[in-house]
C-alpha cells in the first residue's frame, strides 16, 4: 500500500471532521434556525402584548377625557343660552380632576401628555367664566370648539400607536360621534339666539343642521346597516329641518326643538360612551390575546425544538451507532481477527477459511451494505491466506523432497568418504578427505536447514542421550576453522536423542557464525554454567567487531520470534534456524556484546537449556560401571624415527569430568572386573595390546597380521585414559568418545569393535552423532596441517606409515600375530613422568586444600628453555590486516551491488 503524509486537519476543513461534529452540525444549524425564528415569533408577541397593555393603560383615559369634553360643551351650551345648572359646573370640575391625573400618566407619551395640560388649562380657563350671570363672551363658541378639537387630537394621538382593525374602528365611530356632537351643539347654539332673538334668521340653524346630516351619514358607515341609533339621529336631523323649513315666515316650535335636540344629546351621549368603553375593552383584551399568543407560541416552539432535537438525536444515533460498529468491526477484523486467522492458517486450520463473525450491522441500506462488504473483504483475505498457505505448503513440500535427495546423496558421499579416509595410507590424501568430509558434513546441515525452512522435522530415529561434552564436540565437528574453538569444563548432564540432534545444528550455527565473524587468529570460546532453575547455559564467546546495539536488538526480538519466513530468510538462514530450533524446544538464545568498551567488542551468543530437556545421568540407564584400565605395567611407543607433526591448529578442549558421574557405555557392552585403582598422583601405566590396536614390531612397515582373539570385552572412556605428553605448542586434547567407543593414547582415535558385539544382530538404535564415531572421532585426532605436511617425505617414515596402516585396518578382519612388542626410546619419559606424578604435596592453603608449585610436576627434558628464551612474538603485518580489511570492504559493496541490481531487475519485470 502507497503511504502518503496525512493531511492537516483545518478547522475550517469540513472532511476532516469526524462523524460526530458533522451529525451535529447537520442537526445544529436547521434547529438554531427554527429557534430564532421561533424566538422571533414569540418576541413579536410579547411585543404587541406589552404595547397593548401599555395601550390599554393609556386608553383608560380616554372616557375620562370624552366625559370631559362632554361636560364642558353642555356647560358651555348652558352658560351661553343662560341655562347653566350647578350639576353642569360639578361635572366639567370632576372631569377636570380625572383628565388632571390622567395626564401624569407615566405610561402617556410626553407629547400627548403635554397636549392634554394645554387643553385642561384652556378648560379651567373658561370654566372659570362659568358664572350664572355672567357675561357670555363672544368667542364662547369658537373658543368650546377649539377645546373639543384639542381633546380630539389628544384621542386620536393615544389611539394612532395601537394597530388593531376594531380599535381603529371603535376610533372611527368615537371622533364621528364627537364630531356629530358638535354639529349638534352648534344647532343648540343657533336654538339659543332664537330663543333670545325670535326675528334672528335661521341660517346658522340650518348650516348646523345640514353639516350634522353629513357627519351622520360618515358616522354611518361605521356602523351596521339599519343601525337603529344612526337612523333615530337621521330622524331628529329631519325632523328638525322639517321644523326650521315649516317656520320659514312663522314661529319655529322651540318646545319641540328643544326635545328634538335633547334626544339627539342623549343618542350621541350613549354613542361615545359605548366608542370610549369599546376602545378601552378591545385593547385589553389585545393585550390579553396577544399574551396568551406569546405563551402559546413559546409553548409551541419550546415543544417543537425538543421534538426536533429528539428527532435529530434519534436520527444521528440511527447513523453514529452502526458507523462505529462497522469501524470497530472493521478495527478489530483488521488488527485481530484476520492476524489471528491468518495464525491459525499457517498451523494448518482450514476452518478459519470460512469460520469468521461478520461484522454487527445486520441492516440493509448504505451502512449495512458497507459492512457486508467489509465481510466480503475479510473472507476474500481469509480465502487468500488459505491459498498462500497452501502455496506455502507446496513450496515447503518442494524443498523437503529437494533437501530429503540432497541429504540421501550427501550421506552416500559421506559413506563413500569415510570408506575411502578407512583405507588412505597417505597422509596428505587423508587430509583432503577430512576436508572434503568436513564439506559433506556442512552440505548435509544446509539440507536440514531447508528442511527448517520448509517447517519440516528431520527425520531421525530414537537414539540414546547424549552427554552435554559430546554435543558440543559434535557441533564443532560441523564448521570450519574448529580448531580455533576453546571448551570449557561441561556440566553434569545430558540430553535426548531428538533434542540433542537439534541442540548440535543450534550450536554448530553459532558457532560457525562467531568463527566467520571473529579474527582469523583469535579463539572462540565455549563455557558452560548450571542456570539457577536447573538448566544449562551455554556461551559462545568471540572477539570479533561486534554488532551494533540497535542491529542486536532486532536480531535479539527476531530469535525470541521463533522466525518468520521472510525475503531476508535467505541472507540470515542461521538466524531463522537458530530461532525456529530454540522455539521447538523452549531453549532461549540471546546475543550481547563481549566487550562494552573494547574497539573490538565481540559478541557472547548464550544459550539456555530448560532443565525439562537434561536428561541426568542415573536416568540414561547404563547397566554398570566401567572400570578403570590398569596401565600399570603399560610400554611406550617409541617415537625416535617418527616426524613430529605440528598440531597448533586442533583445538584446544578440556574436558573435565566428575568422577561421580557414570563412565557411557554400549547397549552391548558387558562390565570387566575393575582392577585395583591407582595411588593417587600416579600415572597410570598402560599395557601393550590394551588398547585394542594391533602391535607391531620396530621397523616394521607394515602391519603384522591381527591377533586371532578380538580386543577385550569394554574400554575405558577416552578422559581417564592419559595419552602420551604433546609438545607444549600443540597440546593434544583429551576427547571423551561416544558411549562404548574408546580412543587409544596419543590421539588415536579409531574405533575399537567389542568382544561383545554381534555381527549377525541388527545394529542397536543410536544418535546420529554415534552412529559413525570413526567420523566424528577422526576430526578431533592429530591431523597434518599443510604446513607441516611439506616437511613429511613423500614415502612418510616407517613407523608413521605403519601406525596409519595400523588405525585404517579393522582389527577383527585383518589377520596378525596375537600380540606386538611395541616400545620406544620415549618410555624413559613416561618413567619420568611417573616419578614426578608421586612427588608429595608439601604445601596447604588455610582451607586445606593442596598448593602446588608451578612447574613442581614438569617432567625433565619436557621444556627447553633455550627455544622457549629465543622464541619471538608473532607479530602481525599491518599491511596484511589493511589488505584483508580493503577485501572485505570491497566485498560488502559488491554484495550490496548486487543486491540492488538484482531488486531492480525484478522491478523492471514487473
Not at 129 to 152: E, M, Y
Amino acid at each position: 500500500m502507497k503511504t502518503q503524509s496525512p493531511p492537516v486537519n483545518r478547522p475550517w476543513n469540513l472532511e476532516g471532521w469526524g462523524l460526530r461534529w458533522k451529525v451535529s452540525a447537520v442537526l445544529v444549524i436547521p434547529l438554531t434556525v427554527a429557534m430564532v425564528l421561533g424566538g422571533l415569533r414569540v418576541q413579536d408577541e410579547l411585543s404587541k402584548a406589552v404595547n397593548f397593555s401599555s395601550a390599554a393603560k393609556q386608553v383608560a383615559d380616554v372616557p375620562a377625557i370624552v366625559d370631559l369634553g362632554t361636560a364642558f360643551g353642555t356647560a358651555s351650551a348652558g352658560f351661553a343660552a343662560n341655562t347653566m345648572m350647578p350639576e353642569d359646573l360639578q361635572a366639567v370640575d370632576a372631569g377636570i380632576a380625572k383628565v388632571t391625573a390622567a395626564a401624569d400618566n407615566p405610561d402617556l407619551s410626553a407629547p400627548v401628555a403635554d397636549q392634554l395640560r394645554r387643553s385642561l388649562a384652556s378648560i379651567k380657563s373658561l370654566r372659570d367664566q362659568f358664572k350664572p350671570g355672567g357675561t357670555v363672551p363672544a368667542t364662547l363658541a369658537d373658543d368650546t370648539t377649539a377645546v373639543r378639537s384639542d381633546l380630539t387630537r389628544v384621542i386620536d394621538e393615544i389611539v394612532a400607536p395601537i394597530d388593531d382593525p376594531a380599535v381603529l374602528a371603535e376610533h372611527t365611530r368615537l371622533v364621528g360621534a364627537w364630531s356629530s356632537q358638535r354639529r349638534l351643539a352648534d344647532q343648540v347654539s343657533g336654538a339659543v339666539l332664537l330663543l333670545k332673538n325670535p326675528t334672528a334668521p335661521l341660517t346658522h340653524l340650518i348650516s348646523a343642521s345640514g353639516a350634522e346630516l353629513a357627519m351622520i351619514d360618515t358616522l354611518a358607515r361605521s356602523f351596521p346597516l339599519e343601525d337603529t341609533k344612526i337612523n333615530a339621529l337621521r330622524e331628529g336631523v329631519q325632523k328638525r329641518t322639517d321644523m326650521i323649513d315649516a317656520a320659514v315666515g312663522g314661529q319655529l316650535p322651540l318646545m319641540e326643538l328643544r326635545t328634538s335636540l335633547l334626544k339627539s344629546v342623549a343618542i350621541y351621549g350613549s354613542l361615545i360612551k359605548e366608542s370610549s368603553d369599546a376602545i378601552t375593552a378591545t385593547v385589553t383584551q389585545r393585550a390579553d390575546e396577544t399574551r396568551s399568543a406569546a405563551i402559546r407560541d413559546a409553548a409551541i416552539v419550546l415543544a417543537t425544538l425538543l421534538a426536533a432535537i429528539v428527532l435529530g438525536l434519534l436520527v444521528a444515533r440511527s447513523l453514529i451507532r452502526p458507523i462505529r460498529r462497522l469501524r470497530f468491526g472493521a478495527l478489530q477484523v483488521a488488527n485481530e481477527d484476520l492476524p489471528d486467522a491468518i495464525e491459525r492458517i499457517k498451523v494448518g486450520d482450514s476452518s478459519a477459511v470460512t469460520d469468521f463473525e461478520p461484522i454487527p450491522v445486520h441492516t440493509t441500506e448504505d451502512i449495512g451494505q458497507l459492512a457486508r462488504a467489509v465481510d466480503d473483504m475479510h473472507g476474500q483475505a481469509l480465502k487468500l491466506a488459505g491459498e498462500q498457505a497452501h502455496l506455502r505448503l507446496q513450496i515447503g513440500d518442494m524443498f523437503e523432497t529437494l533437501a530429503r535427495r540432497s541429504k540421501s546423496l550427501v550421506d552416500q558421499q559421506l559413506g563413500l568418504i569415510e570408506n575411502l579416509e578407512f583405507e588412505e595410507k597417505d597422509p596428505k590424501r587423508l587430509e583432503s578427505l577430512f576436508r572434503l568430509d568436513h564439506l559433506a558434513a556442512r552440505m548435509r546441515r544446509n539440507g536440514d536447514n531447508l528442511l527448517i525452512l520448509s517447517g519440516n522435522r528431520v527425520r531421525r530415529a530414537q537414539s540414546a542421550p547424549v552427554q552435554l561434552g559430546d554435543t558440543v564436540r559434535a557441533a564443532m565437528s560441523e564448521v570450519e576453522n574448529y580448531q580455533r574453538v576453546q571448551v570449557g569444563s561441561t556440566p553434569h548432564g545430558a540430553l535426548s536423542g531428538a533434542v540433542a540432534t537439534d541442540v548440535v545444528h543450534l550450536l554448530a550455527e553459532l558457532l560457525d557464525n562467531s568463527l566467520r565473524a571473529s579474527p582469523p587468529d583469535s579463539k572462540v570460546k565455549i563455557t558452560f554454567a548450571r542456570a539457577v532453575d536447573g538448566g544449562a547455559l551455554l556461551e559462545i564467546v568471540d572477539c570479533g567487531i561486534g554488532i551494533p546495539e540497535g542491529d542486536l536488538a532486532v536480531i535479539n526480538d527476531r530469535l525470541a520470534s521463533g522466525g518468520e519466513v521472510s525475503p531476508e530468510t535467505a541472507r540470515h538462514m542461521g538466524l531463522f534456524v537458530v530461532s525456529r530450533l530454540a522455539a521447538r524446544h523452549g531453549i532461549t538464545v540471546r546475543l550481547r556484546r563481549t566487550f562494552e568498551t573494547a574497539r573490538d567488542q565481540g559478541v557472547t551468543a548464550s544459550v539456555h537449556i530448560p532443565d525439562s530437556l537434561l536428561v541426568s545421568p542415573l536416568e540414561m540407564g547404563h547397566t554398570g560401571p566401567i572400570p578403570r584400565v590398569d596401565t600399570a605395567g603399560m610400554q611406550l611407543v617409541d617415537t625416535a624415527g617418527m616426524q613430529r607433526v605440528d598440531t597448533a591448529g586442533l583445538p584446544q578442549v578440556t574436558v573435565v569430568r566428575s568422577d561421580e558421574m557414570p563412565p557411557l557405555v554400549t547397549e552391548t557392552a558387558r562390565p570387566a572386573p575393575a582392577p585395583a585403582p591407582n595411588p593417587p598422583g600416579v600415572l597410570p601405566q598402560r599395557t601393550p595390546g590394551a588398547t585394542g590396536l594391533p602391535q607391531r614390531v620396530p621397523g616394521a612397515a607394515v602391519p603384522a597380521p591381527l591377533p586371532p582373539t578380538p580386543a577385550p570385552a569394554q574400554q575405558a572412556p577416552a578422559q581417564q585414559v592419559p595419552s602420551a605428553t604433546p609438545p607444549p605448542s600443540a597440546p593434544l586434547p583429551p576427547v571423551s568418545a561416544p558411549a562404548g567407543q574408546g580412543f587409544g593414547g596419543f590421539g588415536s582415535a579409531q574405533p575399537v569393535r567389542t568382544e561383545s558385539a554381534d555381527v549377525d544382530s541388527p545394529p542397536a538404535t543410536r544418535h546420529r552423532y554415534r552412529t559413525n564415531a570413526a567420523k566424528t572421532a577422526s576430526f578431533f585426532q592429530a591431523r597434518p596441517n599443510a604446513t607441516a605436511s611439506q616437511d613429511v617425505t613423500t614415502t612418510g617414515t616407517p613407523i608413521f606409515s605403519g601406525m596409519v596402516t595400523d588405525w585404517l585396518t579393522d582389527p577383527i578382519t585383518s589377520d596378525g600375530p596375537a600380540k606386538r612388542e611395541w616400545t620406544s626410546a620415549a618410555d624413559q619419559g613416561w618413567t619420568a613422568a611417573h616419578r614426578a606424578s608421586e612427588a608429595p604435596v608439601e604445601a596447604r592453603t588455610e582451607s586445606g586444600l593442596p598448593q602446588r608449585t608451578p612447574g613442581h610436576r614438569l617432567v625433565p627434558g619436557g621444556v627447553d628453555t633455550a627455544d622457549r628464551a629465543t622464541a619471538r612474538p608473532r607479530l602481525r603485518d599491518p599491511e596484511a590486516v589493511r589488505d584483508n580489511l580493503s577485501r572485505h570492504q570491497k566485498g560488502i559493496r559488491e554484495g550490496r551491488a548486487a543486491s540492488m541490481a538484482e531488486r531492480t531487475s525484478i522491478g523492471g519485470d514487473r
